[in-house]
């Protein structure tokens, strides 16, 4: 995979929209925090996550975190550099095992890093099943080819590394770690073993050869100009298209796109739920859908970074019957830092957002407070009555992997492809705070919502019918093929 988080990051770092965390300086140590900053940084932390997370404790006991706390700060016996602070609140929040539970600090560090045209170890993965392979080349020679099972990094055995990486990234399960590995190798290689000369890589050859190579790092460009050198064959696939068209065969395929207005829908005052744009894709798809006569729907949610639900709403609205929510349980945290956060926001009964802001306005500090999520009533204009298949990959995130929760629990849709990383079943709903001397932003689930079955197992979306993503270095769509195949064979 290219690297999907550091593509994302790097536009923003170098706009100033993502920028380090201004640096304090300590006698002793330029660019570093005092001791007694940085001590005040975490204890504000777990005061501030105690009264504002949706349920903290969800998976971690109060007395597991504060031991943790009492380590962190055992730690700090003098000023401290600043990215290493970084990478410790990283610790912090990656403690609990909740993935909407983060900080970015110590990534906006390897950014500036990257921006400055430092080095970075060019290896990008992917995984298949437990098993992490290389997905491009990393260098000019034949060395490490893609498709190589690789064994260990720098000596260490890839269990024991996804272990250290799992210390530093929030994660619900060892599969949505793995995702973001998969999203940011580069990135997560530089956090762990810093600016290094080279990387060791120990890995089983696509012959089945067991070889060691080594990687030089090499510039941000520099490893785009490589890959792009030597690119491998793949899907013709954007995933943040707004796609439909008639497959033929009685079948039609709507690729969404994400459920938030893209940047050239968003306007002048960069809305993300300018919504307008995509209800008018909506219809014109439903419309071409309906004079196509198609008997079955493919809907393709792989790698859909998700969205608002107001705008997935349009689709599911129809598709059924009957009225609908998303979610069998929705409750909320009214934390001071979130009722500030809403208390301009506008209080009405017909949306879930006017429900949230009027509960958060009612309730004392701390509260948590359930929510009684409003009904999404039936679109007939030219609402589809055939059968629906919903494509998810392990890349298909947030409300993507709720919409598909909610099309499988309500029996209107067919689940295919690979099982989500991402659990429908979530902490979520994020705000933010910041620390008072790094300025570091702390991001927080406010809300726990349960999918339509009622279900609160930490797993991703198991889909009905499995399909395996489409091997490396292969340019046809096999998942998508596959699916036709099985679509055709069921009528």
């Known amino acids: 995979m290219l690297h999907g988080l550091i593509r994302s990051f790097i536009p923003l770092f170098l706009l100033g929209i993502i920028a380090p965390v201004s640096a304090q300086t300590a006698d002793g140590c330029s660019n570093c925090y005092t001791a007694q900053e940085a001590r005040e940084d975490l204890q504000v932390l777990f005061t501030k996550l105690q009264q504002e997370h949706v349920n903290l404790f969800a998976r971690r006991s109060k007395a597991e975190y504060e031991a943790h706390l009492q380590q962190l700060l055992a730690r700090i016996d003098g000023p401290i550099k600043r990215s290493e602070f970084h990478l410790m609140l990283h610790e912090a929040m990656a403690f609990g095992n909740i993935g909407h539970s983060k900080t970015e600090a110590a990534l906006a560090d390897v950014f500036g890093h990257i921006g400055n045209d430092g080095k970075i170890i060019p290896l990008s993965i992917a995984y298949r099943g437990d098993t992490m392979i290389t997905d491009n080349w990393t260098g000019t020679s034949d060395a490490l080819p893609p498709g190589s099972r690789i064994t260990a990094l720098a000596g260490i055995p890839v269990e024991e590394f996804e272990n250290k990486v799992r210390k530093i990234v929030s994660a619900d399960t060892v599969r949505l770690l793995r995702t973001q590995v998969e999203m940011g190798m580069p990135a997560y290689l530089y956090l762990l073993f810093g600016p290094v000369a080279y990387l060791d890589v120990d890995y089983i050859a696509p012959d089945g050869k067991a070889v060691s190579h080594r990687i030089n790092p090499v510039t941000f460009s520099e490893m785009y100009a490589l890959q792009d050198a030597r690119a491998l064959p793949r899907p013709e696939r954007k995933a943040s298209a707004r796609i439909h068209r008639d497959l033929g065969d009685g079948i039609f395929y709507l690729q969404p796109g994400p459920f938030s207005a893209t940047q050239a829908e968003r306007g002048e005052d960069g809305d993300v739920y300018m919504i307008e744009p995509f209800r008018a894709f909506v219809s014109e798809a439903f419309a071409a859908m309906a004079e196509s006569g198609a008997q079955d729907l493919i809907m393709d949610l792989r790698d859909n970074g998700g969205g608002d639900a107001s705008f997935s709403d349009l689709i599911i609205a129809r598709l059924i019957d009957n009225p609908y929510r998303f979610a069998s349980r929705y409750e909320v945290r009214a934390g001071p830092n979130?009722?500030?956060?809403?208390?301009?926001?506008?209080?009405?009964?017909?949306?879930?957002?006017?429900?949230?802001?009027?509960?958060?306005?009612?309730?004392?500090?701390?509260?948590?407070?359930?929510?009684?999520?409003?009904?999404?009533?039936?679109?007939?204009?030219?609402?589809?009555?055939?059968?629906?298949?919903?494509?998810?990959?392990?890349?298909?995130?947030?409300?993507?992997?709720?919409?598909?929760?909610?099309?499988?629990?309500?029996?209107?849709?067919?689940?295919?492809?690979?099982?989500?990383?991402?659990?429908?079943?979530?902490?979520?709903?994020?705000?933010?705070?910041?620390?008072?001397?790094?300025?570091?932003?702390?991001?927080?689930?406010?809300?726990?919502?349960?999918?339509?079955?009622?279900?609160?197992?930490?797993?991703?979306?198991v889909p009905d019918f499995l399909i395996a993503p489409t091997p490396i270095g292969q340019s046809e769509d096999w998942m998508l093929q596959i699916a036709k195949r099985q679509i055709l064979m069921s009528r």
């Open 338 to 461: 979130t009722k500030a956060v809403w208390s301009d926001r506008p209080r009405d009964d017909e949306t879930l957002a006017g429900r949230i802001a009027a509960a958060l306005t009612d309730a004392e500090d701390g509260e948590v407070v359930s929510i009684e999520l409003p009904e999404t009533q039936p679109i007939a204009d030219n609402a589809f009555g055939g059968r629906v298949w919903v494509m998810v990959n392990r890349h298909s995130y947030s409300n993507a992997a709720v919409i598909a929760a909610l099309m499988q629990d309500l029996g209107i849709a067919t689940i295919v492809g690979e099982e989500t990383a991402d659990v429908p079943t979530t902490y979520g709903a994020v705000e933010s705070f910041n620390l008072p001397h790094s300025g570091a932003s702390i991001i927080y689930p406010k809300a726990y919502m349960v999918r339509p079955s009622g279900s609160e197992e930490t797993r991703g979306v």
